[in-house]
């Protein structure tokens, strides 16, 4: 049981470079979440999906969109990378659905925009 | 405790004492916390949660304490171990029917908990 898949786990881009980061989970949650975090400032919220077929924008989703591709699957894309957004993105899911139930957190994807 | 800035409060603990992180939060509507731990390159780890029903809840070696009058949460560590060392972190949230409940989840963040051997 692998929980949460997080790929790549490093990764360096230019600035104006445009990657997509992968999240997978095996949980059968139904709800799934990127977020980043940066020194000093905690996790913070980029999107999730409640569902599958939904996705919001959480509190920092400028720069991102996103894709909820299956149950499964929720992956993030930067079309234009700035140094801005670099970080350590984690990708987490959980039952959701109003439950009161913790997250599951991918091993995290520490990116570097130069 | 729980700080804003660059540099993590670090509490250092000696192996096998009690360990006690703070938390303050700041939503009154909050009404479920859950306490994590992050170990250096990794994703953060459930430990243990708690609702605001509830002023106390234990689990393995670990106990939350939660104070909603001056909205004050701390976790304790009983017999701290070399393994124990990482970043714990509080998370807050308002339950909601209808929102899913986690997408308002706010994140402390954090405190170093460094055992020393």
């Known amino acids: 049981n692998a929980g949460v898949t997080q790929t790549p786990k490093f990764q360096v881009l230019k600035t104006g470079q445009s990657m997509t980061l992968q999240c997978a989970q095996d949980m059968n949650h139904n709800s799934m979440y990127w977020y980043r975090q940066d020194p000093g400032m905690g996790l913070r919220l980029i999107y999730y999906s409640a569902s599958e077929g939904t996705t919001d924008k959480g509190e920092v989703p400028n720069g991102y969109n996103v894709s909820r591709l299956n149950k499964r699957e929720f992956s993030l894309r930067l079309e234009s990378a700035a140094p801005s957004q670099t970080s350590v993105y984690f990708c987490a899911s959980s039952f959701g659905l109003g439950e009161a139930n913790e997250a599951f957190f991918g091993q995290g994807t520490r990116l570097t925009v130069v | 405790g729980e700080s804003v800035g660059l540099h993590l409060p670090t509490l250092s603990v000696q192996e096998g004492d009690n360990s006690i992180i703070n938390c303050a939060y700041s939503?009154?509507?909050?009404?479920?916390f859950i306490w994590y731990k992050q170990e250096s390159g990794k994703g953060p780890q459930f430990i243990i949660d708690?609702?605001?029903?509830?002023d106390k809840r234990q689990g393995q070696r670990v106990t939350v304490l939660l104070n909603k009058t001056v909205k004050h949460l701390s976790l304790q560590i009983a017999a701290t171990q070399p393994g124990d060392s990482a970043v714990y972190f509080c998370?807050?949230?308002?339950?909601?029917?209808?929102?899913?409940?986690?997408?308002?989840?706010?994140f402390g963040t954090g405190t170093k908990l460094q055992v020393i051997p």
């Open positions: 998370a807050e949230t308002p339950l909601s029917l209808y929102s899913g409940g986690y997408q308002k989840v706010t």
């Open positions: 939503n009154s509507a909050s009404d479920y």
């Open positions: 708690i609702r605001s029903n509830m």
